[in-house]
């Protein structure tokens, strides 16, 4: 496993588990948006398919978070609804 891959999945370890649902909440939000510009549905999907297309989002919401240090996590409390 790469030095990144580790150092991201330690960042989210030790994220509150309300914030770690928060970004799940988007990250699904963002791929239901990302499916309906591709017009695509999401029972266009298999199970499998759907979890992927969440994870990625995921991991790239978290990228961000953790480049942006602790204003992006502020940013998560109070911009997340």
């Known amino acids: ?5 580790e150092n991201l999945e330690d960042f989210i370890n ?9 970004v799940r909440n988007k990250a699904v939000r963002k791929a239901e948006k990302t ?3 591709h017009g695509r549905k999401q029972e266009d999907l298999t199970p499998e ?12 919401l978290w990228n961000r ?3 942006g240090g602790l204003a ?3 940013a998560i409390i109070f911009w997340l609804p």
């Not at 496993?1 to 891959?5: E, V």
């Not at 030790?14 to 928060?22: C, P």
């Not at 398919?49 to 790239?60: G, M, P």
Request: proline residues 0%; without cysteine; glycine residues 0%.
């Open 65 to 67: 978070y953790q480049k």
């Open 14 to 22: 030790k994220q509150d588990k309300k914030i770690r649902q928060k």
């Open 1 to 5: 496993m790469s030095k990144f891959i």
């Open 49 to 60: 398919e759907w979890s992927f297309v969440i994870a990625d989002e995921e991991k790239e």
């Open 72 to 74: 992006a996590l502020a």
């Open 35 to 37: 499916l309906i510009m």
